[in-house]
């Protein structure tokens, strides 16, 4: 396993999440409208260099994409964390590899004091999941979440985390 930058070669793969309306139903976006040439341009958009958001592919050791880490919203030391895995990859060790990898850069490389991310509570599996790695929930007001398009019931409704230093 590793991460690595995205390549154009991971957009039909993309896709495959993107499309899986379990994966997705509880999620903020709607993906199933997404299109090949979307992901590519997401891709496009990904591999340029952005001070305010980080895309990476986690990938298997044959280097076949399995899902994508993000830091988005880089601002003020802090950002806000993203993953999405495709459904062969769940429950195999991708998630929390990657996660804990863009955690580590996050902190490590961009120097960044706070990285954090919300889970709809009818997201179930996602809350076990951060709840079984030991992932800090946090109150919404100890972060800065002005201009990141959160509804006030959006903030108030989410559970939240936070892995920092």
Excluded at 137 to 144: A, E, F, G, K, W
Aim: aromatic share 12%; hydrophobic share 40%.
């Amino acid at each position: 396993m590793d991460i690595r930058q995205l390549e154009t070669k991971d957009a039909p793969f993309m896709l495959e999440w993107m499309h899986d309306a379990d994966l997705t139903k509880d999620l903020k976006k709607d993906f199933a409208s997404t299109t090949l040439e979307d992901a590519e341009g997401f891709i496009a958009y990904a591999r340029q260099a952005s001070e305010k958001d980080l895309h990476m592919a986690i990938v298997s050791d044959e280097d076949e994409y399995m899902g994508t880490v993000s830091l988005k919203h880089i601002h003020d030391g802090m950002a806000e964390f993203g993953i999405a895995v495709r459904r062969c990859a769940t429950g195999k060790g991708y998630s929390i590899f990657g996660m804990r990898k863009i955690l580590e850069y996050g902190l490590e490389e961009l120097g960044l004091n706070n990285i954090f991310w919300c889970v709809d509570p009818v997201n179930a599996r996602a809350v076990r999941f951060y709840d079984k790695n030991e992932f800090e929930r946090v109150s919404p007001d100890t972060l800065n979440l002005e201009g990141l398009g959160y509804e006030e019931d959006e903030i108030s409704r989410y559970v939240w985390y936070s892995y920092h230093r």
